[in-house]
């Protein structure tokens, strides 16, 4: 006879969900207590719950299937907020698992006792839900798994109360069908097939789903058969990339630079994407960035199966035979010197290992990394899907447990490392195959350039004291260590490709401190802004050159 745990992880293994990142309470005991007895399920203990749901986050993307985590009601949940807003954004799925009271102890409103649908919501909007029996536990948790991992892919939660938990007389459900999601209709792949044989400039925007191998090839044959132009979006959620991959070019973060990109284009076809808009709004600046004039059709929403859709459109556009244009392979050379950001990145570009897992949330020491590793051997680049930093260092830690035989980099920001450091704890106690590389700049470096363009006046130490992390030394080499990871510091380009080596060659984490400076600073940080200004007065040519030197 199992109690409601029991059988809700013999619900999820059946499922063929098999890891849980964890960080329970009491509440959270009898689940605990029947991991023992549910084999197939991996649990792995992080040291907060941001990690846990980041972790969750990462695994899913290159798992392709969903994770559980085990949290610790509202408060729990709570910590876990900032990354699953980043799975939600990145459509990917996480059966989010959260412990609460037992039904009868909630009136008394104990310490702990909150809202905890409230707080789901924001980040599981299509599935949330409180167990109310023991009986009902599993139908629920199949519901839930079925919600995580339908089209597009969301968090689902599941709040599982104390006394559902412990309850016996529990009965583990078979798992949900697989999702079939629909392909576009004839019409719409007409429609997307006239518009693009119209004349006009077109372009597709691929996000999503349809920046994976299968996708990219099918939309390259359109772009070698009808001159599109491939984008993708600002922020992937996995892109696979390299040498002997088609090429597709990021749409920028910075707007001034979007709208130049997308100058132009008449028709713009998105596939599992939105259509581009301002990550932020600044004072008289547009916050759409598709231009005036430009027609905007959706060949499949994130509900549909992209690969088809884009399938169904090679065969209407006779596209089949179409010889897609593939990266060719070239790697950037040793880099020398004092380090800075850019020669951390083209050491990477230079050493990247083959099927590497690369993690950008490197924020401004990151920009030169796209260009450094274009053609590099092939790689999967997973991104800061919602802007909510501390996602790449948990999300490293669920990549190298969906992918153990897969090398793992994440390339992260001081100030981003900051929000999540516990993850190297759990890389070490699971001996995860992760390199963090951190880029010590010693700055929030990026709100230096956004106080800029946003345009402050009277800008004083107060307001730049929040801004630097100066003043208290962040060493995170030695914070490494004091987890158990391996870790070095590095002020040389010499000495940093040394340590990615070593890193990259010795099984077990690995940390590097770059030490450098900030990559926009002093006349290019107070320059930038007025470039961006004058970019729409530029010819389109030009330009979209200057686009490229700053942001190639
Ligand atoms: C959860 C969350 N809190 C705060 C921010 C605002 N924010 C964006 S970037 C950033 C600092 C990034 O600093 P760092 O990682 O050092 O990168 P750098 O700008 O130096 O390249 C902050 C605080 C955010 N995006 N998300
Ligand atoms: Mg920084």
């Known amino acids: 006879m199992a109690n409601g745990a029991q059988a809700l992880l013999k619900t999820l293994a059946d499922a063929g969900i098999k890891v849980c990142f964890t960080n329970p309470g009491t509440s959270e005991m009898h689940f605990v207590a029947a991991l023992d007895g549910e084999p197939r399920m991996r649990a792995v203990l992080a040291l907060f719950e941001g990690v846990a749901t980041g972790a969750a986050d990462g695994y899913a993307r290159m798992a392709g299937k ?34 609460d009271h037992a039904t009868y102890h909630t009136q008394y409103d104990a310490q702990l006792q909150s809202d905890i649908e409230t707080v789901a919501r924001n980040v599981s909007p299509g599935f949330v839900r409180t167990s109310s029996s023991t009986a009902a536990l599993c ?43 629909p392909a576009a209709d004839d019409a719409t792949v007409e429609a997307v097939a006239q518009a693009i044989r119209s004349g006009g400039k077109v372009a597709l925007l691929l996000g999503g789903q349809a920046l994976r191998e299968d996708a990219l090839l099918a939309a390259a044959r359109i772009a070698a058969q009808a001159g599109v132009k491939l984008f993708a979006e600002v922020f992937p959620t996995r892109l696979q990339r390299g040498a002997g991959l088609p090429a597709v070019e990021r749409i920028a973060y910075l707007a001034e630079m979007a709208i130049v990109q997308l100058t132009g284009i008449e028709h713009l076809v998105l596939v599992d994407a939105k259509a581009p808009v301002s990550f932020f709004a600044y004072p008289g600046k547009p916050s759409y960035l598709v231009p005036d004039g430009c027609t905007v059709h959706t060949l499949a929403s994130p509900a549909q199966d992209a690969l ?81 930093i501390g996602q790449g260092l948990p999300n490293a830690v669920g990549a190298a447990i969906a992918c153990p035989d897969r090398p793992v980099i994440a390339l992260i920001g001081d100030g981003t490392a900051m929000y999540t450091i516990q993850a190297l704890w759990t890389m070490a106690r699971e001996q995860l195959d992760v390199t963090a590389i ?44 004091g987890m158990g990871v391996h870790a070095v510091r590095a002020d040389t380009a010499e000495d940093f490709s040394k340590a990615l080596e070593y890193a990259l060659a010795e099984p077990g984490p690995h940390l590097i401190e770059a030490l450098v400076p900030e990559a926009l600073s002093g006349a290019r940080r107070k320059l930038l802004p007025w470039l961006l200004r004058s970019l729409p007065n530029l010819p389109p040519a030009m330009a979209q050159a200057l686009k490229r030197k700053i942001a190639p």
């Open 66 to 99: 969903p994770a559980a985590t085990l949290l610790h009601l509202g408060c729990g949940l709570g910590n876990g907020l900032a990354n699953l807003h980043n799975a939600r954004k990145g459509k990917v799925p996480v059966v989010n698992i959260v412990g």
């Open 139 to 181: 139908s629920d948790a199949v519901d839930a798994i079925a919600a995580a991992r339908g089209l597009p892919g969301q968090v689902a939660t599941l709040i599982l109360p104390a006394d559902v938990s412990w309850g016996e007389g529990a009965q583990a459900c078979p798992p949900p069908p697989a999702p079939a999601p």
């Open 308 to 388: 088809a859709s884009l399938e169904k459109l090679v065969q209407v556009l006779g596209a089949a035979q179409a010889q897609p244009v593939l990266q060719a392979a070239g790697r950037p050379g040793r880099p020398r010197g004092r380090l800075t950001a850019p020669k951390v990145c083209k050491a990477v570009g230079h050493l990247l290992p083959e099927r590497a897992i690369v993690i950008d949330e490197a924020i401004t020491s990151g920009l030169m990394l796209g260009a450094m590793t274009a053609a590099s051997p092939r790689h999967d680049l997973i991104t800061l899907t919602g802007g909510a």
């Open 438 to 481: 951190i880029f010590n700049n010693a700055s929030y470096s990026v709100l230096n350039v956004e106080l800029e363009r946003v345009g402050t006046v009277g800008v004083g130490p107060k307001a730049r004291a929040q801004l630097e992390l100066s003043g208290a030394t962040l060493n995170f080499a030695r914070l490494a260590q």
